[in-house]
């Protein structure tokens, strides 16, 4: 399959609510949440005013012009903060887009974006049961610290 990965644009910013749903993650046999559960400020801190901090950025996976994946990371108090200095990542594909390769490449183009831009590490959550925990170790994340259901993982370079 052919895609192309590039900056989102300031316009599509908003798109981020579809994919911050999208990556919520159900183990299989459960319910989808409601799209609802988005307005929750525990994952608000992932898209209310992107764009406007330093750390903000956002990469989108484009297959015959259509946005099908985003990867996209800011400085948050979120399930995966380490520190004040380390961005946190946030990743979905629709799911006909997964396991194409589409999201290792897109972990591969943010992680070369947040070195070019000075930071150092960067980190995620994961729940445990999340077949993309490989896809994560195969680009350099390693498990820092985990609890009952999920990986905190940080990546160095």
């Known amino acids: 399959m052919e895609y192309s990965i590039r900056p989102f644009e300031e316009n599509e910013y908003p798109l981020l609510e579809d994919f911050l749903y999208e990556a919520i993650f159900v183990p299989e046999g459960v319910a989808q949440p409601p799209r609802e559960i988005i307005e929750k400020p525990e994952l608000q801190v992932y898209i209310k005013d992107f764009g406007r ?22 400085i948050m108090n979120d399930y995966g903060h380490i520190d004040d200095d380390t961005p946190s990542l946030a990743i979905s594909l629709y799911g006909e887009y997964r396991g194409k390769g589409i999201g290792t490449a897109l972990m591969r183009a943010i992680i070369a974006a947040y070195a070019q831009s000075d930071f150092k590490k960067l980190s995620l959550a994961v729940q445990k049961a999340n077949y993309a925990v490989k896809m994560y170790e195969k680009v350099g994340f390693k498990t820092v610290s985990e609890n009952d259901e999920e990986y905190i993982m940080l990546c160095e370079w």
Do not use: F, P, Q, T
Not at 53 to 74: F, P, Q
């Open 53 to 74: 901090n330093y750390s903000d950025i956002a990469l989108a996976a484009e297959v015959g012009g259509k946005i099908v994946g985003a990867v996209w990371g800011r």
